[in-house]
């Protein structure tokens, strides 16, 4: 859904089936502060580190020829470039209900830690 469709506007209750970026909605600055300060190369492993989707998800980890998962990024762009990440770093700063319900999962999963 959100490879077509703007995740700010959602989040701000606007209409949001436009391209994240077309509105003005500046979702790039808020996506890279997130990846330098709160991800800060934590992204879990194995996960793509253009699009921060699972490597066996996106085309940079894939042999053109064979389609089998590689070790290396290949030539070719990211199956959902900016799509994983600007969703999450937008509802994590704008929506403090889904920031809810994650933190409340975080916590069940760690056993309260």
């Known amino acids: 859904m959100w490879t077509d469709n703007c995740i ?3 989040v701000d209750g606007n209409l949001y089936n436009h391209p994240r970026g077309c509105c003005g909605s500046q979702l790039g600055p808020l996506a890279n ?11 879990g492993l194995p ?12 085309w940079r980890w894939r042999d053109p020829v064979t389609g089998e998962r ?4 290949q030539q ?10 600007d969703t999450w ?3 994590w700063e704008h929506s403090p209900a889904a ?4 933190l409340e999962r975080i916590c069940e ?3 309260g830690q």
């Open 99 to 102: 920031r809810a319900i994650w």
């Open 89 to 91: 770093a937008c509802l």
């Open 70 to 73: 590689v070790n290396t990024i």
């Open 33 to 43: 502060k997130y990846r330098q300060e709160r991800m800060a190369g934590k992204i």
């Open 47 to 58: 996960m793509c580190y253009s699009c921060a989707m699972p490597q066996d998800l996106c």
């Open 109 to 111: 999963e760690s056993g």
């Open 76 to 85: 070719c762009p990211c199956a959902y470039p900016h799509v994983l990440l």
């Open 8 to 10: 700010k506007c959602f």
